[in-house]
C-alpha cells in the first residue's frame, strides 16, 4: 500500500503538470513548493526526480522540433548555464543539511518572482539580446536548476521576448531544458543522490504528466485560463512567502 507522503507527491506531479499545460511552464516549481511545504520530501529528492520528468518530456517533444533550434541562442545560454549547474549542485549538497533554511528562503525568493513573471507575461523585444544577457541568463538559470531543477522559469522569461517565430522559441527552450536536464542527471548520479527511489518515482511520475496533460490540453478552451493563472499567482506568491517568513 503506497504511503501518504508518495501519494501526496503523485497528487503534486498531477496538479503542476495541469499549472504547466496551461501556464507554460512551472511544473517543477509546483512540485518541489508543494512536497517543501508539506515536508513530505526532501528538496534533494524532489529535485532528482523533476530533472529525470523533464529529461524525457523535453527529449520526447524535440523529436519533432529539433530542427527549429536556434544555435546561437542554445550554444550560449547552455555554456553558461552549465557553470551555474555546477554551482547549483554544489550548494544544494553542501546546503541540504545545515543551510536548509537558506534554501527554503531562495526557494521562495525564485517562487514568487516566478509568479510575478507568469503575471507580467512580458512583450517581446525589437532586437535579440546579447550575449551578455545570454549568458547571464543562462549562468541564473543554471544556478536555480542546479539547486531546485527550475531554472526552466528563467529561460521561457528569456527567450520569449526573442523576436522570433513561436516554434523556435518553443524547441530552444525544450533543447535547452533537455541539456540542463541530462547534465544535471549526470551530476546527481555522481554526487551519490540518484537512489532507487528517485528512479522509481519518476517513472510512476511521467505517465501521469502525459495523461494530465493530455486531457488538459483536449479541454484548455473550457478552462478559464487567466483566472487560473492569477489563481496560480497568488498561490505561489502566498507559498514563497510562507517559505520564507513561516
Known amino acids: 500500500m503506497l504511503e501518504f507522503s508518495t501519494v501526496s507527491f503523485f497528487l503534486l506531479v498531477a496538479f503542476g503538470a495541469f499549472v504547466q499545460t496551461v501556464s507554460g511552464f512551472a511544473l517543477g516549481l509546483v512540485i518541489i513548493l508543494g512536497a517543501t511545504i508539506l515536508e513530505i520530501e526532501q528538496i534533494t529528492f524532489s529535485a532528482a526526480v523533476i530533472s529525470l ?50 534554501l527554503r528562503i531562495l526557494l521562495g525568493l525564485l517562487v514568487i518572482v516566478a509568479g510575478v513573471l507568469l503575471l507580467l507575461r512580458p512583450k517581446p523585444r525589437a532586437s535579440r539580446s546579447g550575449k551578455l544577457a545570454r549568458l547571464s541568463f543562462g549562468l541564473t538559470g543554471g544556478i536555480f536548476s542546479g539547486l531546485f531543477s527550475t531554472g526552466g522559469s528563467v529561460w521561457a522569461y528569456f527567450l520569449y521576448r526573442q523576436p522570433v517565430k513561436l516554434e523556435v522559441i518553443r524547441a530552444t527552450l525544450l533543447a535547452v531544458l533537455a541539456f540542463s536536464s541530462i547534465t544535471r542527471t549526470i551530476m546527481v548520479v555522481i554526487a551519490g543522490q540518484m537512489t532507487i527511489n528517485v528512479v522509481f518515482t519518476g517513472l510512476i511520475s511521467l505517465p501521469i504528466v502525459v495523461i494530465v496533460t493530455e486531457l488538459t490540453s483536449r479541454n484548455l478552451q473550457s478552462i478559464p485560463t487567466v483566472m487560473v493563472r492569477n489563481l496560480v499567482v497568488i498561490l505561489m506568491s502566498l507559498a514563497g512567502l510562507f517559505l520564507i517568513f513561516g
Do not use: E, P
Not at 524525457?56 to 522540433?65: D, P, Q, Y
Open 53 to 102: 520528468i523533464s529529461l524525457v518530456n523535453s527529449s520526447v517533444a524535440l523529436r519533432t522540433s529539433y530542427r527549429s533550434v536556434d544555435l546561437h541562442y542554445y550554444y550560449y545560454v547552455c555554456g553558461a548555464l552549465l557553470l551555474g549547474l555546477v554551482i547549483g549542485v554544489t550548494l544544494l549538497i553542501r546546503l541540504s543539511d545545515a543551510g536548509y533554511s537558506v
